[in-house]
């Protein structure tokens, strides 16, 4: 059974950070390109950051180039993003995907980041 489970999430201030787990389980992680996406109230899901499976390139919405940082590691089946200097225009909820093309992905049940004063 697949399951992607991420957390880290919650109230931040602006200028805050936050770092985001998404732990992977029921497939061989080290085969899937990892990525997080967010989905703003009234908005459509967006890409954030991605890595590939080895994590020899990384990949950036311009919104957060120089604030986060995705990260992996195979050996805990897990993928991480580093949030700093978080504005309020960042909150969300966040995904986490795992890919395989042609077709495989899955989706997580997302986790709550709040950025306000």
């Known amino acids: 059974q697949v399951q992607l489970v991420e957390s880290g999430g919650g109230l931040v201030q602006p200028g805050g950070s936050l770092r985001l787990s998404c732990a992977a389980s029921?497939?061989?992680?080290?085969?899937?390109?990892m990525s997080w996406h967010r989905q703003a109230p009234g908005k459509e899901r967006e890409l954030v950051a991605a890595i590939t499976r080895t994590g020899s390139r990384i990949n950036y919405a311009d919104s957060v180039k120089g604030r986060f940082t995705i990260s992996r590691d195979n050996t805990k089946n897990t993928v991480y993003l580093q949030m700093n200097n978080l504005k309020p225009e960042d909150t969300a909820v966040y995904y986490c995907?795992?890919?395989?093309?042609?077709?495989?992905?899955?989706w997580g049940q997302g986790t709550q980041v709040t950025v306000s004063s």
């Open positions: 029921g497939f061989t992680f080290s085969n899937y390109a």
């Open positions: 995907n795992a890919q395989r093309l042609p077709r495989e992905s899955y």
